[in-house]
């Protein structure tokens, strides 16, 4: 399992203030600073967990996960923070926020409700002291986004269910399902989603070329799809040799342009901002009549169906 080595800088910048002498530990060799702020670089869980329990380990605090939640800045999660607050509705941007944390902290159990308005953390570690630091962590980091997105600090509180686990509650006021600013001001939105794809494609990597190929297509749509001679020459091969490499791995280059047209759809379709045919012109379709038939050979009914059964 793959962790975003962004949720280590915070640690290691407080550390450094403490003046803590860490000991060489391998994983940190290999993770150093500069790569740790690169949105894109994820690392294995047990190496995030080894370098955060020699900082532990010298600083035995138990509210060391809070100190260093609140010093993290917000913008520090990136595209996820960007894409929130262009969101159309307080719903549309906490279903990013839970999406993002659920995939890219496999120890924790993150748990979204409407009704009470809440959001559940779960962390179970061996070390007591590691568990209490990183619940605190998570949940200090949830609590302030939501502050944000609800737009009232005070509003939201944190109840302390038993170690390891909390609940935050928030008051959404009927902001849940409310637009939040005036139509159109959320135009641009759809520039981040093939960044936040790209996140969400670096947790689960695999040294696969297919793998690299989903990458390579995400950071260059803008949001429309590369073609395949577009990412052929982004590899500096042909399109007949990059057909071979996936096809060597059993998939195809209209597989996965398939693939992330499929996901960006479901993002876009979450977004009531778009109507349907802006969604097929964003998909790349040049008739809405063509993603209306992709989009039902996908989950078996119409765009329109899909956003009203969301509703």
């Known amino acids: 399992m793959q962790i975003p080595a962004r949720f280590l800088a915070p640690f290691l910048t407080y550390a450094r203030l403490r003046q803590v002498p860490l000991p060489r530990i391998p994983e940190m060799a290999e993770y150093p600073e500069p790569l740790l702020a690169d949105r894109f670089t994820v690392m294995p869980v047990e190496g995030f967990l080894a370098v955060l329990s020699a900082i532990v380990t010298h600083l035995p605090e138990e509210d060391l996960g809070l100190r260093v939640g609140r010093s993290m800045e917000l913008a520090h999660i990136g595209i996820v923070y960007e894409l929130s607050l262009r969101t159309a509705s307080l719903q549309e941007a906490l279903h990013y926020c839970h999406d993002y944390l659920r995939r890219s902290l496999p120890f924790a159990l993150i748990t979204l409700r409407e009704r009470p308005a809440c959001v559940e953390v779960s962390i179970t570690m061996e070390s007591p002291l590691l568990q209490r630091v990183l619940a605190d962590f998570v949940v200090t980091?949830?609590?302030?986004?939501?502050?944000?997105?609800?737009?009232?600090?005070?509003?939201?509180?944190?109840?302390?269910?038993?170690?390891?686990?909390?609940?935050?509650?928030?008051?959404?006021?009927?902001?849940?399902?409310?637009?939040?600013?005036?139509?159109?001001?959320?135009?641009?939105?759809?520039?981040?989603?093939?960044?936040?794809?790209?996140?969400?494609?670096?947790?689960?990597?695999?040294?696969?070329?297919?793998?690299?190929?989903?990458?390579?297509?995400?950071?260059?749509?803008?949001?429309?799809?590369?073609?395949?001679?577009?990412?052929?020459?982004?590899?500096?091969?042909?399109?007949?040799?990059?057909?071979?490499?996936?096809?060597?791995?059993?998939?195809?280059?209209?597989?996965?342009?398939?693939?992330?047209k499929r996901r960006m759809c479901h993002l876009l379709l979450h977004h009531d901002d778009y109507d349907l045919l802006e969604v097929s012109l964003l998909l790349g379709y040049a008739e809405p009549a063509s993603f209306y038939h992709a989009y039902k050979k996908w989950y078996g009914r119409s765009p329109a169906k899909h956003r009203e059964l969301e509703k």
């Open 141 to 260: 980091l949830i609590a302030r986004e939501l502050a944000v997105l609800t737009g009232n600090a005070g509003d939201t509180a944190v109840e302390a269910l038993h170690p390891g686990a909390y609940r935050v509650h928030f008051n959404t006021a009927g902001l849940l399902q409310k637009p939040r600013h005036y139509k159109g001001f959320y135009k641009g939105f759809e520039t981040l989603l093939p960044a936040y794809l790209q996140l969400l494609e670096a947790l689960q990597a695999d040294h696969s070329f297919t793998s690299r190929v989903k990458q390579m297509a995400l950071s260059m749509a803008n949001p429309l799809l590369p073609d395949l001679a577009q990412t052929a020459a982004a590899f500096h091969l042909t399109p007949r040799t990059l057909q071979r490499r996936l096809r060597h791995e059993g998939g195809s280059f209209a597989a996965v342009r398939e693939h992330l």
